[in-house]
């Protein structure tokens, strides 16, 4: 339990039904004044509802925070990220992960603005958030209290929020009445969901899970072809036309859908300890993360590319289990983005019914060299006899252990 001398706490709200309750519940229990945050992070809803719910439950106007992030949330977030083409076990793009440090670094810049003395989110004792939204607020405020209220009260079931919301006649909408067939978290990176009809991870998920991307089926007989232009790492341009982070985002999305790419069934896990089932879309960030890689195949030394990816799974891992705003991701992304400073030209796709294909790539820093890798003679310092050599030197401990073997055996 919190300390219940709390005056003022910020709540990371999005005008949804959990979140309201949770507002009424702040004010109820601690009888404290509450500061409302919102954030657009390309979550595609409308956010003005969030602010007429938040007025009708009491909030002061001047206490309602809204603030459109998408920029920031690219350019300062999913960008570096992707500069390390970060993928945690292997294959999730971490699309609700990399979101929660900006949402806790805003809670955290409201707070001290207002002067308030703690923080609220909705996160449940379960998962990952509630981690990554703490690490964050003491990682920006060591002495900031945090309310976390999904582990802190009794109401345990559906039919118990909604009797709490009718007794305080928070608006329940018809379609929140009955449990929800899965939750949804989305911004402009991904959408993903989870829960219920997508706990059993034998069964397919349903279609009608799916709101990012048509099925690959369903997709075009015509591939796609486009180009994407990068500069130190970073995507820039779309076919040519130069665009602001968000929006090349965006503009991948609409590409990434229309194609059916990005689709991604998975059983990770979670920080906490237990395996969970989630069905993921990043259309736009799939392409990204295939064109990325591409770049750097003929822009990166072998070395430097090598040690990107050893190092990778450890960044990927430390952006899962909330540790964004940490001296090692911090080190690492100086790391990474050192090796980016020539990461730059462009890559041509085929997207094709799920498929993001590579099918060229130029750079003015390329590091491949034709006429090193032709059959033919070339006008290069390569002698072929060489290999003989190096060869011979690269297998003077394999021949000592093997004569050892010899010799007893074995």
Same mark, same amino acid.
């Given at each position: 339990?919190?300390?219940?001398?709390?005056?003022k706490?910020?709540?990371a709200?999005?005008?949804?039904?959990?979140?309201?309750?949770?507002?009424?519940?702040?004010?109820?229990?601690?009888?404290c004044?509450?500061?409302t945050?919102?954030?657009?992070?390309?979550q595609?809803?409308?956010?003005? %509802?969030?602010?007429?719910?938040?007025?009708?439950l009491?909030?002061?106007?001047?206490?309602?925070h809204?603030e459109?992030l998408?920029?920031?949330?690219?350019?300062?977030?999913v960008? %570096?990220?992707?500069r390390?083409n970060?993928?945690y076990?292997?294959v999730?793009?971490? +699309?609700?992960?990399?979101?929660?440090?900006?949402? +806790?670094?805003?809670?955290?810049?409201?707070?001290?603005?207002v002067?308030?003395?703690?923080?609220? =989110?909705?996160?449940?004792?379960?998962?990952?958030?509630?981690?990554r939204?703490e690490?964050?607020a003491?990682?920006?405020?060591?002495d900031v209290?945090?309310?976390?209220?999904? @582990?802190?009260w009794?109401?345990?079931?559906?039919?118990?929020l909604?009797?709490?919301?009718?007794? =305080?006649?928070?608006p329940?909408?018809?379609?929140?009445?009955? #449990?929800?067939?899965?939750?949804?978290?989305a911004?402009l990176? =991904?959408?993903?969901?989870?829960?219920?009809?997508?706990?059993?991870?034998?069964?397919?998920?349903?279609?009608y899970?799916?709101?990012?991307?048509?099925?690959?089926?369903?997709? %075009?007989?015509?591939p796609?072809?486009?180009?994407?232009?990068?500069? @130190?790492?970073?995507?820039?341009?779309?076919?040519?036309e130069?665009?602001?982070?968000a929006t090349?985002?965006?503009?991948?999305?609409?590409?990434? @859908?229309?194609?059916?790419?990005?689709?991604?069934d998975?059983?990770?896990?979670?920080?906490?300890?237990m395996?969970?089932?989630?069905?993921?879309?990043?259309?736009?960030?799939?392409?990204?993360h295939v064109a =990325?890689r591409?770049?750097?195949s003929?822009?990166l030394?072998r070395?430097?590319?090598h040690?990107?990816?050893?190092?990778?799974?450890?960044?990927a891992e430390?952006?899962?289990?909330?540790f964004?705003?940490? %001296?090692?991701?911090?080190?690492?992304?100086?790391?990474?983005?050192?090796?980016? #400073?020539?990461?730059?030209?462009?890559?041509?796709?085929k997207?094709?019914?799920g498929?993001?294909?590579?099918?060229g790539?130029?750079?003015?820093?390329?590091?491949?060299?034709?006429d090193?890798?032709?059959?033919?003679e070339?006008a290069?310092?390569y002698?072929?006899?060489?290999?003989?050599?190096?060869?011979?030197l690269?297998?003077?401990?394999?021949?000592?252990?093997?004569? @050892?073997?010899?010799?007893?055996?074995?």
């Open positions: 339990m919190a300390d219940k001398h709390v005056k706490v910020v709540l709200y999005s005008g949804g039904l959990d979140t309201s309750i949770i507002l009424k519940w702040l004010q109820t229990t601690y009888n004044e509450v500061v945050f919102t954030a657009d992070l390309g595609g809803e409308e956010l003005e %509802p969030a602010r007429q719910k938040a007025l009708l009491g909030i002061k106007p001047e206490n309602i809204i459109d998408r920029e920031e949330f690219v350019r300062d977030y960008f %570096p990220m992707f390390a970060a993928a076990e292997g999730y793009l971490l +699309g609700t992960s990399i979101a929660r440090p900006l949402i +806790g670094k805003k809670l955290i810049e409201i707070a001290e603005k002067g308030a003395d703690a923080v609220s =989110h909705g996160a449940t004792g379960k998962g990952n958030d509630q981690v939204f690490l964050t003491y990682a920006l405020k060591p209290v945090v309310i976390a209220p999904w @582990r802190e009794d109401l345990r079931s559906r039919e118990q909604i009797a709490f919301a009718e007794q =305080h006649q928070i329940i909408a018809k379609d929140k009445r009955g #449990e929800a067939p899965f939750s949804v978290d911004n990176l =991904h959408a993903s969901s989870e829960g219920k009809v997508l706990e059993d991870p034998a069964q397919e998920v349903p279609d899970v799916y709101s990012r991307t048509i099925s690959p089926e369903d997709a %075009p007989d015509k796609t072809y486009i180009t994407i232009d990068f500069a @130190r790492g970073d995507a820039v341009a779309i076919d040519g130069q665009l602001s982070p090349l985002l965006a503009k991948l999305n609409e590409l990434g @859908r229309a194609n059916g790419i990005g689709r991604l998975l059983v990770e896990n979670r920080y906490v300890g395996k969970s089932r989630g069905m993921y879309e990043t259309p736009g960030g799939t392409i990204l =990325h591409a770049i750097e003929i822009t030394d070395g430097a590319a040690l990107k990816d050893e190092i990778m799974p450890k960044y430390l952006i899962y289990n909330g964004w705003f940490s %001296p090692e991701r911090e080190m690492l992304q100086a790391l990474i983005d050192k090796s980016q #400073e020539f990461v730059a030209g462009q890559v041509r796709l997207l094709y019914k498929g993001v294909h590579v099918v790539r130029s750079s003015p820093y390329s590091l491949y060299d034709q090193l890798v032709t059959f033919e070339g290069v310092a002698d072929h006899r060489d290999a003989a050599g190096f060869i011979r690269n297998a003077l401990r394999l021949r000592t252990l093997g004569q @050892r073997k010899k010799k007893l055996g074995l």
